[in-house]
């Protein structure tokens, strides 16, 4: 069984919008939160954002907040990541991730995460 399936990727022009889904299976969407990072070719790990499922608290990255919103759809074990005013750094691919607590959301350590979907935001 795949735990986090991830959609919505793609092309987009600088200050256009994406919005990414990611799908959970029931034992991954008991973790406390779910979320999204990015890693671009060269770079290091970069928290996007991430979701508390029981309360509903958010956290954002300082480089995406205020454009991005992150949103949760229990029912359908579900998370959403709209991502507004697009800039050409965005470009990246973004990982759906499964945190166990707040500490592994701020040391970005999920413990489980999906394969990933590109987007790419030209100028």
């Not at 994406?18 to 029931?26: D, G, K, M, R, V």
Request: proline share 2%.
């Amino acid at each position: 069984q795949v735990d986090l399936v991830e959609s919505g990727g793609g092309l987009a022009q600088a200050g256009n919008s994406l919005t990414l889904s990611c799908t959970a299976s029931q034992r991954t969407f008991n973790s406390y939160a779910l979320g999204w990072f990015r890693q671009a070719p060269g770079k290091e790990r970069e928290l996007v954002s991430a979701i508390d499922l029981s309360e509903g608290r958010t956290w954002y990255g300082d480089s995406v907040r205020g454009r991005f919103t992150i949103s949760s759809d229990n029912a359908k074990k579900t998370v959403h990541l709209q991502m507004n005013t697009l800039k050409p750094e965005d470009t990246s691919v973004y990982h759906c991730a499964a945190f166990a607590s707040v500490w592994t959301i701020t040391q970005l350590r999920p413990h489980v995460w999906g394969q990933g979907t590109q987007v790419t935001v030209s100028s």
